[in-house]
């Protein structure tokens, strides 16, 4: 019988405080606020809470400044799934920088092959062309570009509150007006409608729309769940006019919700999927797009479709393959189902509304800002969770899929006792 143990892998080293670049903590924040982000360091300490990772391990990471543990619920968006420092992910890293390196993207590639041979099997063969990426942002480009191409078409659909990545096409097509603007990137061929709106949806779907593009359960909008049918429905006018259905589940895949993927559930089949941070398993950076057959097809028509040096790195292949074998090991998607239920059992009579598909959870405060409030207290109980970008009522709840029963009940119960 396959046990929690085997699923976590046996315990790795600490990561060790030694290798720290700076010799105190005020140097340190004094270097990111000069070279990286002003704006954090401020903000971080408007709200009184000032952490650096320091050692890690499994569920958990530690603050460097306080020295507590904290349980990780925010898991970086899912690039934390497998929990920190996965020994069976590290261990095929580290037997991989034996032999290998980045590769040549212009060459043939075993390692390229088999993961993305594996990433096909886990839609049973519905979308069998993979384009590897390095970041989810450059995959979700990937995708519109595919759309834009095949169809011939310029317009594409999005949705109001959706999060998409951070480069040119990503934000054009991400649901956040003020980041638009300031890029000067509100594109007249990018449409956005409320999200879980149907009718509006429908309405703007015409036929001269390439691809309307969704996340599966959109995360900065703070995981509300879609309707019964919404899904279904944009599918069907996607069919009607010739439209691509791309579906962004970045955050919401590899067993995030209980199954390989989340819009399996919902009984759609989209053209292309978003794949990234959890496919990484937290040591090397990989995502990817995968297609069906006609698009991937038309794409690869041209040699150099999409030419990255880094896209489908050879290592970064290894590890996703690894990633994987794990979510695909026997026993690992019932048991994130079973602890779905442990939580929700959790926080059935929780004095806080849940939003929560599999375990990815959101919990609502109530009021703007709420989030910040709920996120401060838990950092200082011992939990990290974050709040949602677009909806600061909703605090962001995303506990790695690898814990034991009883650290799942302890989660629970500290959150109760502070959120309560």
């Not at 958990?60 to 799934?81: E, M």
């Not at 594409?156 to 007006?177: E, K, P, R």
């Not at 994130?336 to 919990?363: I, N, S």
Request: aromatic share 8%; charged share 20%; with cysteine.
């Amino acid at each position: 019988m396959t046990t929690t143990d085997d699923l976590r892998g046996a315990a790795a080293p600490p990561a060790g405080r030694s290798a720290a670049p700076y010799a105190s903590h005020d140097e340190l924040v004094a270097a990111f606020g000069e070279h990286v982000h002003p704006g954090k360091v401020r903000t971080f300490a408007a709200l009184g809470v000032d952490v650096v990772m320091g050692e890690r391990q499994g569920p958990r990471f530690q603050d460097a400044v306080s020295g507590r543990w904290l349980w990780n619920c925010h898991s970086n968006g899912g690039v934390f799934n497998l929990g920190h420092r996965n020994p069976t992910v590290i261990a095929a890293l580290r037997d991989a920088l034996d032999e290998l390196d980045v590769g040549n993207h212009h060459l043939v590639s075993g390692w390229r092959a088999r993961a993305a041979e594996r990433l096909a099997a886990s839609t049973d063969g519905r979308l069998p062309g993979v384009v590897f990426t390095v970041s989810g942002s450059e995959a979700i480009d990937v995708a519109i570009k595919v759309a834009r191409g095949s169809t011939g078409r310029r317009r594409v659909v999005t949705t109001d509150g959706a999060y998409h990545g951070a480069t040119g096409l990503a934000v054009a097509a991400g649901g956040d007006a003020p980041t638009r603007d300031r890029y000067l990137l509100d594109l007249p061929d990018f449409v956005h409608v409320p999200y879980d709106d149907l009718p509006a949806i429908e309405a703007a779907i015409d036929d001269g729309t390439a691809a309307v593009l969704l996340e599966a359960i959109p995360a900065t909008l703070g995981f509300p769940l879609p309707s019964p049918g919404y899904l279904t429905g944009v599918q069907a006018r996607c069919r009607e006019v010739g439209a691509l259905l791309l579906v962004d589940e970045v955050q919401t895949g590899l067993g995030r919700t209980g199954s390989w993927w989340f819009h399996t559930q919902e009984g759609i089949e989209p053209d292309a999927l978003i794949v990234g941070k959890a496919l990484s398993g937290g040591v090397y950076p990989v995502s990817a797009t995968l297609l069906a057959d006609a698009p991937f097809r038309w794409f690869t028509e041209e040699f150099g479709s999409h030419p990255s040096s880094f896209g489908g790195s050879e290592l970064g292949c290894v590890v996703a393959t690894t990633v994987c074998g794990i979510v695909g090991a026997d026993g690992f998607l019932p048991h994130v189902r079973d602890l779905a239920a442990r939580f929700a059992d959790g926080f059935a009579d929780a004095p806080f509304g849940v939003r929560q598909r599999g375990l990815t959870m959101a919990f609502e405060t109530g009021r703007d800002g709420g989030a910040f409030d709920a996120w401060a207290q838990l950092f200082r109980a011992g939990v990290f969770a974050f709040p949602a970008g677009y909806d600061t009522s909703v605090l962001q709840f995303k506990p790695p899929l690898i814990l034991r029963d009883e650290e799942a009940d302890t989660i629970v119960a500290l959150v109760r006792t502070v959120l309560g």
